[in-house]
T-cell receptor
């Protein structure tokens, strides 16, 4: 079983829709939770990160963490065609020397104009 | 600033051939990483380095070697390429983080697409 599970999609929505992307994880030692966006044939870029349970908002994006359920979400409001990309959740345990990320497999999102 | 750069962008190898992938960063980051990305698998850590002259194994290190002779460069080597190493390889870097209570963003390069026939 993978440490981080993510539905691969693809998820297709009309422009203006609210998008919900989710990941579940099994390792309760994860401390930081990130969402990366990856456009086709590009490297991942950090979208948002959160530390504690609850919500964090940045413009049209809201990241939600529920540590008790080991579940994280990314909500995109008023989705745009430019949001079409693969969204990767990632997590990290900071008290190890390597500081490497554990990634979900990514959800491909298509926003139709 | 160029950020994180990777060379080459594409490469096709025959089974048994060797090659080196180069990663360079101009942000004075201490930490550098090599990941591979395969369909349905996400990114998996191959090797990493916490500073010049140091390297360590990640999740999937077999068949790869690395070197960090200069702080700004991190090399990934394949001594005898196999078809199972067909993948997209990403390098990343970040600042060193002392203790708990904060997270330093990992910056990724554009990737190298490698095909082993």
């Amino acid at each position: 079983q993978k440490e981080v599970e993510q539905d691969p999609g693809p998820l297709s929505v009309p422009e203006g829709a609210i998008v919900s992307l989710n990941c579940t994880y099994s390792n309760s030692a994860f401390q930081y939770f990130m969402w990366y966006r990856q456009y086709s044939r590009k490297g991942p870029e950090l979208l948002m990160y959160t530390y504690s349970s609850g919500n964090k908002e940045d413009g049209r994006f809201t990241a939600q963490v529920d540590k008790s359920s080991k579940y994280i979400s990314l909500f995109i409001r008023d989705s745009q065609p430019s949001d079409s990309a693969t969204y990767l959740c990632a997590m990290i345990v900071l008290d190890t020397g390597r500081r490497a990320l554990t990634f979900g497999s990514g959800t491909r999102l298509q926003v139709q104009p | 600033n160029a950020g994180v750069t990777q060379t080459p962008k594409f490469r096709v190898l025959k089974t048994g051939q060797s090659m080196t992938l180069l990663c360079a960063q101009d942000m004075n980051h201490e930490y550098m990483y090599w990941y591979r990305q395969d369909p349905g698998m996400g990114l998996r850590l191959i090797h990493y380095s916490v500073g010049e002259g140091t390297t360590a194994k990640g999740e999937v290190p077999d068949g790869y070697n690395v070197s960090r002779l200069k702080k700004q460069n991190f090399l990934l080597g394949l001594e005898s390429a196999a078809p199972s190493q067909t993948s997209v390889y990403f390098c990343a870097s970040s600042w060193v983080h002392h203790g708990l209570g904060g997270y330093n963003e990992q910056f990724f390069g554009p990737g190298t697409r490698l095909t082993v026939l």
